[in-house]
């Protein structure tokens, strides 16, 4: 069974990165799939953030893509993301997700979520 | 890509049909057939229930069935129980590997 875990630090302060990591157990990344992360504000829906590859190729959200680096650590199995410039509004829970992409894309496997809030 | 629109609420009563819609554009929803629908429970990850507009994950009852016509998908719920109860997300493949989410509909049960 494919287990996802997020880690990384609660608070975040203004203009400042916020850096999460997911660590999957149960399958190792290095075989395939895409793996990605999305978010969701307090009391709203969800957004897509972006994903990568196993073997490195990323897809970013166009409205994020600026500001949004998501890498892969297969000697870890983990994949990290990385948002750059953070304000309030990127208040939410993030989520990091298998993407299942066979043709189309659906999330087949969720992390249980980390809530990462943006204030000084 | 701008997100999908669904209604902010749906409800009936148990054992009742009730459909909820999704919205997009042909960049999205008209483009593809890879709708997905998820449940979300308060506090808790969203769960997939459909996906390509209406196949059905192992596990999944066969009260939740999925359909799309242009760039309008829906989900229907069939013989509504209490444990249906939950926000509702659709997500549409936007080309490049990307996806795009509805704006979620809170499902009630009456």
């Known amino acids: 069974q494919v287990q996802l875990q997020e880690s990384g630090p609660g608070l975040v302060k203004p203009s400042e990165t916020l850096s999460l990591t997911c660590t999957v157990s149960g399958y190792s990344i290095s075989s395939g799939y895409h793996w990605g992360w999305i978010r969701q504000p307090p009391g709203k829906g969800l957004e897509w953030i972006g994903s990568i590859y196993h073997s490195g190729s990323t897809y970013y959200n166009p409205s994020l893509k600026s500001r949004v680096t998501i890498s892969v650590d297969t000697s870890k199995n983990q994949f990290s993301l990385k948002l750059r410039y953070v304000t309030a509004a990127d208040t939410a829970v993030y989520y990091c997700?298998?993407?299942?992409?066979?043709?189309?894309?659906?999330?087949?496997?969720w992390g249980q979520g980390t809530l990462a809030t943006v204030s000084s | 890509q701008s997100a999908l629109t669904q209604p902010p609420s749906a409800s009936g009563s148990p054992g009742q049909s009730v459909t909820i819609s999704c919205t997009g554009t042909?960049?999205?929803?008209?483009?593809?057939?890879?709708v997905s629908w998820y449940q979300q429970h308060p506090g808790k990850a969203p769960k997939v229930m459909i996906y390509d507009v209406s196949k059905r994950p192992s596990g999944v009852p066969d009260r939740f069935s999925g359909s799309k016509s242009g760039n309008t998908a829906s989900l229907t719920v069939s013989g509504l129980q209490a444990e249906d109860e939950a926000d509702y997300y659709c997500?549409?493949?936007?080309?490049?590997?990307?996806?795009?989410f509805g704006g979620g509909t809170k499902l009630t049960v009456l």
């Open positions: 997700a298998r993407p299942y992409c066979g043709g189309g894309c659906h999330i087949d496997y």
């Open positions: 997500s549409s493949y936007a080309g490049s590997n990307n996806l795009v």
């Open positions: 042909s960049s999205d929803v008209g483009g593809y057939n890879y």
